[in-house]
């Protein structure tokens, strides 16, 4: 959770089991949630009229006053509601993580598993900040809560529907828990509209059209609608929304709508907040007796070291890294902006399996089978997985191509490439 950093414009079987992870190898967009950042054009646009009546802004004004916004206090809730068009990945999380989850009630608390659970489906938040070193984001439940805290070296997660607890200090804190030393959520999991903004304001270029659209309430608070719009073609986002506060800057929601129609796919905003200090309780905790503990060094040499959803799934760091255009190793950037797509060429060439084998069972057969749509060209054949919000070409000779585009443009970039 980051909601006071500056905002920058520029189960079954062994043999199941196993199989479940080489499965794991092929389900390419699961959930690679912002993997083609935009860039940014300045086109100056004053808000219009609406309720709240607000002084006119320009938009670059508005992104300056984002990126200026100091407030490093607030608490609240927020409610974030995510549809990718895919299985819930707590579901998914728990049957293709290295291990599995195991445990008491069959949920464990490390971060890098049960933070996925916000990429898909509609979720609760509790959040609190304190200046850089105390963080606190808690997922609700009607009977339990899972909560991430942040205070100083200490980093403690706790489940308290299977009552157990992932602890991690100094280095370890940033390493396991969050990979960036003083935030406590993994790497690519938002849990704040303004984390959300970020990373669609990180960079700074001629591929978008930003202009501030009217006014609106969120939380009580006034705020200002930033519209963000691809100029470009081919993108599976229609436009991004941002509700900015108007005396602080801090973005209070965040909406994100897909150029297909339709519903959301990521809509995230305060239902409360709050900019005072909070409690100083909200950032300390102490294990109940009889909770199960599991420090950092011990999930590292369970699972893996800092493993996340970039670990499981080819192409989610690999196309993150797309959008900052750029290539590395087995990855080639195609394109810029909101149509950017990442080749990738898987190692040894492996492609998509036609049928069941003892590396891949029956039924993930079946879920590879439902997602995705067999298609051929000038490449040869491969098969398209799908969401509403990335989607992935697999060809049959083991490259992938992957991006926020329509499938038809991935087909054309394929073509291109061979």
């Known amino acids: 959770m980051a909601p006071n950093d500056s905002a920058e414009t520029n189960g079954g079987t062994r043999g199941t089991a196993a199989g479940r992870r080489k499965a794991a190898r092929y389900i390419v967009p699961v959930a690679v949630a912002g993997v083609a950042a935009a860039t940014i054009g300045l086109v100056p646009a004053l808000a219009s009229s609406g309720d709240p009546d ?72 509790r959040v609190a900040t304190d200046g850089p070193d105390k963080q606190r984001v808690s997922i609700l439940d009607d009977t339990s809560e899972y909560s991430l805290i942040h205070n100083g070296d200490q980093v403690w997660a706790y489940d308290s529907k299977s ?27 938002p849990t704040t509209p303004k984390a959300l903004a970020e990373q669609v304001l990180k960079a700074a270029g001629p591929t978008t059209s930003v202009t501030v659209d009217g006014t609106a309430q969120v939380a009580g608070r006034d ?29 209070l929601k965040f909406t994100m709508l897909p150029s297909s129609g339709g519903k959301a796919i990521v809509d995230a905003g305060f239902t409360k907040v709050d900019f005072s200090k909070p ?22 040499a369970e699972h ?29 950037i195609i394109g810029e902006g909101w149509s950017t797509i990442a080749e990738i060429t898987t190692p040894g060439g492996t492609g998509i399996p036609s049928k069941a084998s003892d590396d891949v069972p029956a039924e993930a057969q079946q879920f590879l089978d439902a997602l995705g749509d067999k298609v051929t060209g000038k490449f040869g054949s491969g098969t398209v997985f799908k969401t509403r919000l990335v989607n992935a070409l697999m060809t049959d000779d083991g490259k992938v191509y992957v991006g926020a585009v329509t499938k038809d443009a991935l087909v054309k970039a394929a073509n291109s490439a061979s």
């Open 163 to 189: 009552d157990q607890a992932y602890h991690a200090t100094g280095d370890r804190a940033g390493e396991d828990a969050g990979k960036k030393p003083g935030h406590p959520v993994p790497d690519g999991v």
């Open 304 to 332: 893996g070291a800092g493993k996340g959803l970039g670990d499981l799934i080819p192409g989610a760091d690999a196309a993150q890294l797309g959008a900052g255009g750029k290539s590395a190793g087995n990855t080639k």
């Open 279 to 300: 409690d100083a309780s909200s950032f300390t905790f102490t294990p109940p007796k009889g909770t199960e503990v599991t420090e950092a060094d011990d999930a590292k």
């Open 54 to 125: 607000l002084p006119k802004i320009s938009a670059q004004q508005l992104i300056e006053k984002i990126a200026a916004s100091d407030t490093e206090q607030l608490s609240g809730t927020v409610k974030i509601s995510t549809d990718l068009g895919i299985p819930s990945l707590g579901g998914l999380a728990e049957s293709f993580a290295p291990g599995g989850t195991g445990g008491k009630g069959g949920a464990g608390a490390d971060p890098q598993e049960r933070m996925t659970e916000l990429a898909s489906g509609t979720h609760t938040l």
């Open 223 to 251: 705020a200002y609608k930033l519209v963000v719009k691809p100029k470009q073609s081919g993108s599976t986002i229609g436009s991004v929304v941002v509700a900015v506060d108007a005396e602080n800057g801090v973005p």
